[in-house]
Structure formats: structure tokens, C-alpha cells
């Protein structure tokens, strides 16, 4: 069993108070302490968006120039040519791919070459279930749906802090997703306000209920339950450092008021609170367009327009920390290359995913995307999966993460990677 | 002649003899016989209740240990295990749900998935196709209610809450906990989860008719019923596997069609064969074999992942088990392609060709791979049809390794996370020479000494639907809005029929205890106890039979032993003493409590509140600030009964209460 108390070893510690040069307090007491569970010092984040409902790859980044892209889809094609009327242009990327006019915040990052793009990425399981593609691709394991653990759990683990900290996976979601499943630590988090002990309307009641609690689960005689209780104790006292309501983002920063936006508001907050936080969830809805998804705008529009501007809002206001920083996306896959009866797509296999971060090999799109032709599709409808999701996450893991274990990370992976991560 | 009579006779003697000495011997086998070590264990039978009720209940009710060792925990055993207790105030609780005793076609027909009618609300106009490409989603879900609505049908969501609502009454009050709590286990053994929305509509029908009449019986029983489920099928895509070497179509319309068809007829028929299947690959967009039920059916529901099974033999299961998919059901339901033909060519047609139709369940012959198979180093000759899905699962049923694997986490779930291999290899034992009968099992399992030995005492932690139904339970709480419960019991971390992999929650302390999930078990203890949970209501006062305790501590002592019978509490105790004796804080609560309750009326206005209100015992109010603030006397009464709510709250979500 994968023991997540080293730091707790130390015994009755007088933790809290950022320490040292930006340690934790927390840490430099536990070396001090006589079971020193090594120096662990926060390497980098990495915080994953789920796009649930898998994304219209082709519409977020458009091969405009494929003449099938543009018949098989008459009323959803869109063109980089300036003019059009009623219209916003796709802006042209690199002569061939045009990033969705609403996803305009991105382009000076792909500019800079701080954003990559891996288009025709998808799974080898070519399941259009959207149940069973998220499934394997947050379990990572293609073919087998009975591994226990997800793929971002076992990151945890290869990270190798034996849970140093209860923030070191967090997922802002309401319960845990399949991506953190398993025995490595990892905790879902809604609202961080309401990481507390709670009476309402009763502070006092709550002050001497937490006393209290505290106190018992520091002489039950059940090693878990007394060390998770001393850490809970210790992550309330860790997050009330802060007050987290009255969160300030810097640099003049707006996060968009959607779920995607307060999720990753949260997430900076974390990382600023300096728990060590090294891998982050959130998700992103709305992306099953099967009806009239729309062009320049529409729900189409308004989805990566959301998630490119909450993209954005988070890596601003986490100037200072970019250089530990990669945000990455993920969908199940993509859609069908041709538009159904009712002005949406159906159910694909590739789609395309975005990388951010100073590691990243930017400014490129990544992946291959050949010509829509039938005899290119998959299936004779779909955009071929070219690139494993694997590949992609396991590259951004190692280089990132310095987690070298893709035995581990994906189990039955042939390890392949396609250089998305300079490194 | 007289000889031949003799004979006759004695032959029919011997005859009855060995019945009835097989049924003696069936009788007092020792799989059969409840005798329990607990005494050898050193435990009195008021322990030993306790420990037994922990494992087999969702909790003691208040006095139900002394119940339980007054009446002979052998005697009571005895009853769980037919599980057939009477049930009428749960039976009256239940009826106000309509939709959980629906059957599959009937949930189809009430409760849609929304894709499957939002085109027919498009189309007919609920929805207007303008405002929905501007992104009203407004428009379009009151569009969507107006559609269902004119049709009479529901939302799922509807569906699902009365489900989780029967699971949480259940658990709470019915007489045959154990029936229940081995429902859950077996639920969570053969999991399927609502998060896919293709088998969720059918997931109550499989709690219902598949697992929970079959929880103490026969384990291949169980596996077959489930492999035939609508819900399992779905889960793990079964219903979509399908052979290679499909018998040639025109064949089999020739005998489907008879003799006497025209040419031109069977040409059209064919036409129509061809394009449903088009159709169905093309929704598909994948045809032939799905080996994901095969693999789990070995990995997870039988022999378990170092069973000794190999990946050819999960290809080859997969093979023999081609063909077993859903019958259609209800009028926009699963099946539509399938169900013009069955209309067509007719069931008993099909049935000679080898088609099954039972229930929910058709095995497709068109669908099934023909070829030999040999799976585990069995051989299943070429032709087997729907037969040898059945042999492959009986052989699983029975396979050694599947004795071993379930009796482990049988024993997983009612001894602790790490049972003994002495304990696993007897409960095996029995398991194969009952060929998989789940109740002699359970016999061996407290027949033996490690199911009492120290080592099981409090030492499963509980889950936190556990924890919310033992404190329901020990409280004897009345639930008038069970789904409040649910949304608590998902935030502490269980997300009851929404557990995304085919494993099930993992069975085991770690899992469920973590920092985020062990705060809000604290912050529910508090809830119940001080009544913030709507619609949940509990009267401590009567819990004591409505005698004040004479002092603070006194109420800690007297709680504590209440909610947590037959537990050292020594140090429990000492350690919430000192929250109670400081009268500054005590006063500050009060206080506070008092202006809260002020301020929210409505669940301050709780049974506990009115009982005190009512002047019981000739008792000053607690609802009346200013005079506890006046009184010294009464203060320190009314500080006590504030301090009750909050002592419980404690003791709920104190270390103790966690274990069981």
C-alpha cells in the first residue's frame, strides 16, 4: 500500500507558515524531522482540461483549404478569407490550419510559440461511445476497462513525493474523476470556501466542533483515520492562510464567470497558496454539437470561446509562475467530417487537443491531417486518428513532469512520441 | 413370489433410507449449521450482537443489540438469511414511488433519454430551430418539457432519484438489512453505472429483478442473470459483439420465409435485411467482436485477474458469448431495427433458426460466430448457438479460481481489508462443494474464528453510505427527503450508481478516507445532529426516553453509549469533556445557535426544539435566549441541550463512528 503520510512522520509538528525560500513550512519541519521523508520540492504543474462531449476538432482548427472539408460541410464550413460577409475569418495559422475566430486569445501564444496544437489525435479504441472513449482515455488504457487506476493518478505516484502533501492531485470537480482514480492521493474539490468544518451561521460551534475533532482523531488508535485527520486538519489550516473568497487574480486579470473559469480561478489560488499542488483537473462541458453548432458564433463559438479566454485569464494571472506551468486539453474524440441533418456533427474519432506552457513546442500544429477524401477517413466519415493521446500525454508528462515511466503512466503503450514538448 | 414381495419392500426401504439420510446429511452439513465462536473469542453475546450487527445491518437501531442477544444471534441469522421479514412501513414508504417497480419497456416508454427525443421536439416544432442556433438553451429545455410533457413522458432524472431514494429507505428501514447489504455487494461485484447513458434507464430493473432476489442463492444463477441483463449488456458492450462467420443471410431467409415466398418477395426481404444492417453498422460505425465483456466477466465477476485465464481465452469467450444483445423494447426504445424483423418473420421462426427470447434478453443468431471455440483448454464444438454462453458461464461459475475469488471479497467486505488465507481457503472450500451456494459461505464465514478474532473487530471502515445509514439508524432519524441524504453521501466522497469503472468502489479504508472526504464525514455529523439536513429530522431528547441528563457529561456518557453500544469509549469521552466544561464557549454557542435559529426559522424548528419548547419535564425553553441569558440555572439546562445537538455531531463524525 502507497504510504501518503511522509511528511506526517515527523510527528506533532508546528506546521503552517510559508517557510523558507518558498518552501512550505510544513516540508522544511518534516526534514527537520527524525523520519525525513526527503526534500520534496514542487517540480511543475501540469493541470488538465476535460472537454466532455468530445470536440469538433475540425471546426476549433479548420484544414480550410481541404475542398472535401468544405462540401461535406455547406452550411459549417468556415474560410481564412478576409471579407466574407457577416462573417469572422478563421485566422490563418500556417497557410493550411485557421484557429476558430472566438479562439482569438490563443493566437498571440501560438505566435510566441507558447501554444501547440496535435491535430488528428483520438484514441486506437475506436469506440464512439462517449462513456467508453473518456473511460479509456482517462484510465489510459485503450482496450481494457477494468484497470482500477486512472493515468493522472499514476502521475501522482511516479512523482514519487509519497503524498507530501493532500493537494498534490486536486480535482475541481464534485466528485473524483476517472482520470484520479486509484491509491495515489488525490482529492476533488468543488468550492475551496468550503473546505472547512462547518455549522452555518454558527462560528463558534464550528470553532469548537473542529477543536473537538481534532482532538479525537489525535488519540484513535486507527492509523488512518488519525493521520488523514491530522492532515485535513492541517489543509483547512492551510487554505485559511488565505482568505479565498476575496481572491485578487493579478495583472488586472478577469476570469470568465463560467464553471470552467472558477475552476481554474481556483487552481491558481492553490498554486499560489504554494500546498504543493503538481497536478490539477477541471472540465469543460457542451461540446456534443449534434444540433446546429453554429459558425463564427453559436454554441460552438461560445464554447472555445470560453475555453481559450479561461485558458488565457489562468496563464496571466500566473505570470510569475509560467515556468512551471503547462495547461493541456483533452477530448474524447472528435466528429464526423460531414454536418448531420440538423446543422450539428455526429459522433468522429480524431479531433485535436491544446498544449500551453514555456515547454512546449509552439507554434506548430502537430500531428497529420490528410486530405479529407473518403478514402482518407476513417470509416470511410471520420478524421483519422493519426497521433495516440498517449503519445501526447506521456510526452508532456516526461518532459514536464520529468516522469519517465511510460511502462507505468501506459501500460501496453509502444511509447512513440511526436516532439509536441521541446525537451 | 413372497420373496419378490420382500424384496420389493426392502428395496423401497433402502430407497427412503438414502433419501433421508442424504437429507440428514444435506442438514447438518457443516456449511449449514449456524454455530458461532464468538465465546471462544473471548466476546460476551452482547459483543458479540454488536459486532455481528455492524457487519450485517447498515447500523444497530437503538436497543437492537440487546434485542438481538436477548432473542440469540443464531436465531436472528437465521431469519436474515431467508430474508423475508415483513416490511410494511417500508412497503408504505415505497409507494409513493411510482417509477421503481416499472419494468424496462415501461421506463422506456416514461422516461426517454433525452437524445433520443430531442429531434422528435425539433421536428415537431417544441423547439425552435432559430433560437437554438443562437444558443437559447432556455428555449430549448422549456421546448424540451413542453414535448415530453404533451407525450407524458419524464425526465430520467426523475427515474434515478426515486431510485436512489428506495436504495437509501431501504437501507434505513427494512427488517432484512442483510438481504440489503448483500444487494450492495453484489450490485457493486456485477457494477454498472449510470454514467453510461445507454444502460442507466435499465439499472433500477437490474438492482430489482437481477441482483436483489438472488443475493443469498446460487452464484452462477446470479452470473447468468446478470450476462443476460439489459444493464450489463449495455455496460460492457456485449450487445454489440458479433461474429465473423455470420450464417449467409440468404440461407437463413429461406427458412426464415419458407418455401412458398416469391422471388420477388424474398428480394425485398432481402433488400430490407441488407439495409438494417447498413443502418446498424453505420450507427455503430464498428461491427464483429467486443471482447470487453468477456474480459471482465472472467477478470472481475469470476476468476479474478491471476485466475490463470490467458488473452486467447478472453477472445474465445468473447466468441462464444456473440450474439447475446437486447430485445427490443418500448416504442422509441433500443431495437428498432431488430424489432421489424422479429415482426416480420416472427418469433417462433427465429426460434427454430436458434434465436432465444427470454425477457429483456435475445440471443441474435444472425449475430453469433459459429465456429468451434475452446476456452480454458474447453472445447465448444462448431454450432453451439446460444447453449454454449451458457456452458462457458457455468464452467466460470464453478471454476476453483472463482470460489477463491469471491469468498475473498466476501470476506474483504464483512472481516477487514486483509482477511486471512485460513478464511478465504474455507469459505472456497464451501463454495465448491455447494457449487456456489452464497449462503453457505456466509455460514462458514461466521462460523469460523477469524470472523471474531480482534483482527475483524471495528477494523472495516465504514463507506459513506454506511456511515449516513448508521447514523440514520442509530439516531432513529425519520427520512422525509431520502435524496438529501444522497447529495450528502456523494460529497463525502460515494457517488452511489455512478461509479464509472466495471471494479466497483474499491472495498477498503484507504480509499474512502482522505482528507476532503473525512472533513465533510465530520461536517455531516453535525449536520444530522443539529438538523440541518432538510427533511431529515431526528428527536434526541426521546432517544434517552426523553429523561434529561443531568449534566453535560452525563449527556456525553449517555449519548456516546447509545449511538456506539458496546464500545470503550473511556477515551472518547475524556477528550470531548473539555469542549463541554468550558462554560464561556458553551455560552457563545448558545448564543449563537439562538440568533441563528432567529434568522432561519424554518430548520431551526426542529423536533428536538419543539420538544424542548413544549416544556417537557417542566423545563425552560431553549428557543427563548433571553431567559437562559437571566437564568443561571436554566442556562446551564439549555446550554446542555444546545451542547446535545453538537456532542452527537461529534460523536458521528468522531474516529469511533467510522469504524464498524
Known amino acids: ?360 513546442n509552439g507554434g506548430l500544429v502537430h500531428g497529420v491531417v490528410n486530405p479529407l477524401s473518403k478514402e482518407n477517413l476513417e470509416d470511410g466519415r471520420d478524421l483519422a486518428v493519426t497521433t495516440d493521446f498517449r503519445s501526447v500525454f506521456s510526452e508532456v508528462a516526461d518532459v514536464h513532469l520529468g516522469i519517465n515511466n511510460d511502462k507505468i503512466l501506459f501500460p501496453d503503450f509502444d511509447g512513440k512520441k511526436i516532439g509536441v514538448m521541446r525537451g | 413370489m413372497k420373496s419378490s414381495v420382500r424384496n420389493f419392500y426392502w428395496s423401497i426401504i433402502l430407497f427412503c433410507a438414502a433419501i433421508l439420510l442424504s437429507s440428514f446429511v444435506r442438514f447438518v452439513g457443516p456449511a449449514s449449521k449456524i454455530a458461532m465462536p464468538y465465546k471462544k473469542a473471548g466476546l460476551t453475546t452482547e459483543q458479540a450482537a454488536a459486532h455481528l450487527l455492524s457487519r450485517f445491518t447498515y447500523g444497530a437501531k437503538p436497543g437492537q443489540v440487546q434485542e438481538v442477544a436477548k432473542m440469540g444471534l443464531e436465531k436472528w441469522l437465521t431469519e436474515q438469511l431467508k430474508g423475508d421479514e415483513k416490511d410494511n412501513t417500508l412497503d408504505d414508504m415505497l409507494t409513493k414511488f411510482d417509477a421503481i417497480n416499472m419494468s424496462n419497456t415501461e421506463v422506456e416508454n416514461t422516461f426517454p433519454r433525452t437524445p433520443s427525443i430531442r429531434k422528435f421536439a425539433i421536428d415537431e416544432g417544441y423547439i425552435n430551430k432559430d433560437s437554438l442556433a443562437k444558443g437559447d438553451r432556455k428555449n430549448e429545455r422549456e421546448g424540451l418539457e413542453a414535448y415530453m410533457k404533451a407525450n407524458g413522458y419524464r425526465p430520467q432524472q426523475e427515474l434515478f432519484r426515486q431510485f436512489f431514494s428506495q436504495k437509501i429507505l431501504r437501507a434505513a428501514y427494512s427488517e432484512n438489512q442483510l438481504r440489503e447489504i448483500m444487494t450492495d455487494f453484489w450490485f457493486n461485484h456485477f457494477n454498472v453505472a449510470l454514467n453510461k447513458p445507454q444502460c442507466a434507464a435499465y439499472v433500477p430493473a437490474y438492482e430489482r429483478d437481477i441482483i436483489r432476489p438472488n443475493v443469498f442463492g446460487d452464484f452462477q444463477k446470479l452470473l447468468l442473470q446478470t450476462a443476460k441483463s439489459p444493464a450489463m449488456l449495455l455496460y460492457l458492450d456485449n450487445f454489440t459483439s458479433s461474429g465473423n462467420n455470420v450464417p449467409a443471410q440468404d440461407q437463413s431467409m429461406d427458412m426464415m420465409m419458407g418455401a412458398n415466398a416469391t422471388p420477388a418477395q424474398k428480394k425485398r426481404a432481402m433488400e430490407r435485411m441488407e439495409k438494417v444492417k447498413q443502418q446498424a453498422q453505420q450507427k455503430k460505425g464498428q461491427g464483429g467482436l467486443n471482447e470487453n465483456y468477456a474480459r471482465e466477466v472472467m477478470e472481475l465477476h469470476t476468476m479474478g485477474v491471476d485466475g490463470g485465464y490467458t488473452q486467447s481465452d478472453v477472445t474465445q469467450a468473447a466468441r462464444v458469448l456473440t450474439g447475446w444483445t437486447i430485445a427490443p423494447m418500448g416504442k422509441i426504445g433500443y431495437g428498432g431495427a431488430v424489432k421489424k424483423m422479429i415482426d416480420r418473420f416472427g418469433e417462433s421462426n427465429l426460434q427454430q433458426k436458434g434465436f432465444v427470447f427470454d425477457g429483456d434478453f435475445m440471443f441474435n443468431m444472425n449475430r453469433h460466430d459459429n465456429g468451434e471455440k475452446v476456452v480454458l483448454g474447453h472445447k465448444f464444438p462448431a454450432g453451439g448457438g446460444y447453449d454454449e454462453g451458457v456452458e462457458l458461464l457455468k464452467m466460470l461459475a464453478h471454476h476453483a479460481s472463482t470460489a477463491k475469488f469471491i469468498s475473498k471479497k466476501l470476506a474483504v467486505r464483512f472481516v477487514n481489508d486483509t482477511p486471512p488465507t485460513s478464511l478465504v481457503d474455507k469459505m472456497a472450500k464451501t463454495f465448491s462443494a455447494t457449487n456456489g451456494d452464497i449462503k453457505s459461505v456466509l455460514i462458514t464465514m461466521v462460523n469460523s474464528p477469524e470472523f471474531w478474532s480482534k483482527d475483524a473487530l471495528r477494523e472495516k471502515t465504514k463507506s459513506p453510505f454506511e456511515l449516513a445509514m448508521s447514523a440514520v439508524r442509530g439516531l432513529d432519524a425519520k427520512i422525509d427527503r431520502p435524496y438529501e441524504l444522497y447529495t450528502w453521501i456523494n460529497k463525502m466522497g460515494q457517488q452511489m450508481y455512478y461509479y464509472q469503472a466495471p471494479t466497483g468502489f474499491p472495498d477498503n479504508g484507504q480509499y474512502w478516507i482522505n482528507t476532503g472526504s473525512l472533513l465533510n464525514r465530520m461536517n455531516f455529523g453535525l449536520a444530522l445532529a443539529t438538523q440541518r439536513i432538510p427533511g431529515v429530522s431526528l428527536n434526541l431528547a426521546a432517544l434517552n426516553n426523553n429523561k434529561e441528563p443531568e449534566s453535560a457529561e452525563a449527556a456525553l456518557v449517555t449519548y456516546s453509549k447509545i449511538i456506539m453500544p458496546e464500545r470503550e469509549l473511556t477515551e472518547t469521552v475524556a477528550r470531548l469533556k473539555p469542549m463541554l466544561n468550558d462554560p464561556n464557549l458553551q455560552h457563545k454557542v448558545a448564543t449563537a445557535a439562538e440568533k441563528n435559529n432567529a434568522a432561519v426559522p424554518k430548520p431551526a424548528d426542529t423536533t428536538m426544539d419543539m420538544d424542548m419548547k413544549a416544556g417537557r419535564n417542566g423545563k425552560a425553553t431553549l428557543g427563548d435566549g433571553r431567559k437562559i441569558n437571566q437564568d443561571p440555572v436554566i442556562k446551564q439546562k439549555a446550554g446542555t441541550n444546545t451542547m446535545l445537538a453538537q456532542v452527537v455531531g461529534v460523536i458521528i463524525g468522531s474516529p469511533e463512528f467510522q469504524r464498524k
Open chain 1, 1 to 360: 500500500m502507497v504510504s501518503r503520510r511522509g511528511f506526517l512522520k515527523a510527528g506533532g509538528l508546528a506546521l503552517f507558515g510559508i517557510g523558507l525560500g518558498g518552501i512550505p513550512g510544513f516540508l522544511a519541519d518534516a526534514v527537520a524531522g527524525t523520519v525525513a521523508p526527503g526534500l520534496f520540492k514542487r517540480k511543475k504543474i501540469l493541470v488538465c482540461i476535460f472537454q466532455r462531449g468530445a470536440m469538433d476538432g475540425l471546426m476549433a482548427v479548420t484544414p480550410f483549404t481541404d475542398n472535401f472539408l468544405k462540401a461535406a460541410r455547406p452550411s459549417l464550413f468556415m474560410t481564412a478569407a478576409k471579407g466574407a460577409p457577416n462573417q469572422k475569418p478563421l485566422i490563418d495559422l500556417d497557410g493550411k490550419f485557421g484557429l476558430h475566430p472566438s479562439m482569438a486569445a490563443f493566437e498571440p501564444m501560438f505566435r510566441e510559440k507558447r501554444l501547440g496544437i496535435v491535430h488528428g489525435i483520438g484514441s486506437p479504441n475506436n469506440t464512439r461511445s462517449h462513456f467508453d472513449a473518456q473511460d479509456f482515455m482517462e484510465s489510459g488504457t485503450p482496450f481494457k476497462k477494468g484497470t482500477t487506476s486512472g493515468w493522472l493518478n499514476r502521475a501522482v505516484g511516479l512523482l514519487g513525493h509519497d503524498g507530501a502533501t493532500p493537494f498534490q492531485g486536486v480535482s475541481l470537480t464534485s466528485s473524483l474523476p476517472r482520470s484520479f482514480y486509484g491509491e495515489n492521493p488525490a482529492v476533488a474539490i468543488k468550492n475551496l470556501a468550503d473546505f472547512n468544518i462547518q455549522m452555518r451561521g454558527n462560528v463558534n460551534g464550528a470553532k469548537m466542533a473542529s477543536q473537538s475533532f481534532e482532538d479525537l482523531y489525535d488519540q484513535t488508535s486507527s492509523g488512518l483515520l488519525k493521520n488523514t485527520g491530522k492532515e485535513s486538519f492541517e489543509a483547512i489550516k492551510m487554505l485559511q492562510k488565505t482568505d479565498v473568497k476575496a481572491y485578487k487574480p493579478e495583472n488586472n486579470v478577469v476570469y470568465p464567470a463560467t464553471a470552467l473559469g472558477n475552476s481554474l480561478k481556483q487552481i491558481a489560488q492553490l498554486i499560489k497558496m504554494d500546498v504543493g499542488l503538481e497536478v490539477a483537473f477541471a472540465e469543460s462541458g457542451g461540446w456534443d454539437t449534434h444540433f446546429n453548432q453554429g459558425k463564427d458564433t453559436g454554441v460552438f463559438a461560445r464554447n472555445v470561446e470560453d475555453l481559450s479566454t479561461c485558458m488565457m485569464a489562468f496563464w496571466n494571472d500566473l505570470a510569475r509562475y509560467q515556468d512551471d506551468l503547462t495547461v493541456m486539453t483533452m477530448t474524447e474524440f472528435g466528429r464526423t467530417v460531414a454536418q448531420n441533418g440538423t446543422g450539428g456533427t455526429d459522433h468522429g474519432r480524431g479531433s485535436c487537443n491544446f498544449i500551453l506552457g514555456h515547454s512546449v
